[in-house]
């Protein structure tokens, strides 16, 4: 079955740090791009940070820049996220997410790049 | 950055009912564009990818159309498991990916 499991959420103080994983199993985690998707309390997705599959690129939303490491380790098929200097406004249900992509053949060939498989997220608080 | 915004942001509509949801792009995304399905408490599931393709196991009451900058899903008969939150997300970007705020559609 394939499946992700986020771990490592949990209040923090403003100012503090806390690094979310990722484990990823029935599929070959090495081949995908993976990406963390955030949702505050009552609000709307917002996409995070994504890391190609040799960790050689790496993307970054702007109010998590500087902040926030997205990495992985594909010997253990594993995804995280360092977060850095935490603020109220980062409180959030964190997902990681599988970028699955599919290929058009042309003479530039198309890339539609889309997130098929979801954790079911790992909730991280930051408050006094 | 992309900015991509759905209308309406909320809808209400009974079983049976046919259902559309409009997203637009601040900008051409081409196909780029996929729509996903929230129920309260649950992840995100993916419904259509590159703007009308149905993901796999998705029911065929659920379709995409559009291009450029102007994008719809469809839902042709709703029944009671679809109410739930529906987001449009760009991935034309490899700078970064954005998603819409969301259209909550509940039952009248």
């Known amino acids: 079955e394939v499946q992700l499991v986020e771990s490592g959420g949990g209040l923090v103080q403003p100012g503090g740090s806390l690094r979310l994983s990722c484990a990823a199993s029935?599929?070959?985690?090495?081949?995908?791009?993976m990406s963390w998707v955030r949702q505050a309390p009552g609000k709307g997705l917002e996409w995070v940070a994504n890391?190609?599959?040799?960790?050689?690129?790496?993307y970054y939303v702007d109010s998590v820049k500087g902040r926030f490491t997205i990495s992985r380790d594909n010997a253990k098929n594993s995804l995280y996220l360092q977060m850095n200097s935490l603020r109220a406004e980062d409180t959030a249900v964190y997902y990681c997410?599988?970028?699955?992509?599919?290929?058009?053949?042309?003479?530039?060939?198309?890339?539609?790049?889309?997130?098929?498989?979801w954790g079911k997220g790992t909730t991280v608080t930051v408050s006094s | 950055d992309i900015q991509m915004t759905q209308s309406p942001s909320s809808l209400s509509a009974s079983v049976g009912d046919r259902v559309t949801i409009t997203c637009r792009a601040s900008?051409?995304?081409?196909?780029?564009l996929n729509w996903y399905q929230q129920k309260p408490g649950k992840a995100p599931k993916l419904l259509i990818y590159?703007?009308?393709s149905l993901q796999s196991g998705v029911p065929s009451r659920f379709s995409g159309s559009g291009s450029g900058t102007d994008f719809t899903l469809t839902i042709s008969s709703l029944q009671p498991e679809d109410f739930a939150t529906y987001y449009c997300?760009?991935?034309?970007?490899?700078?970064?990916?954005?998603f819409g705020q969301g259209t909550k559609l509940e039952i009248k």
């Open positions: 900008q051409s995304i081409s196909s780029y």
């Open positions: 029935g599929f070959t985690f090495s081949s995908y791009w």
């Open positions: 590159a703007a009308s």
């Open positions: 997410a599988r970028e699955d992509i599919v290929v058009v053949p042309a003479a530039m060939p198309l890339y539609y790049y889309y997130m098929d498989v």
């Open positions: 890391i190609k599959q040799d960790g050689s690129e790496k």
């Open positions: 997300q760009q991935s034309y970007s490899t700078l970064g990916y954005t």
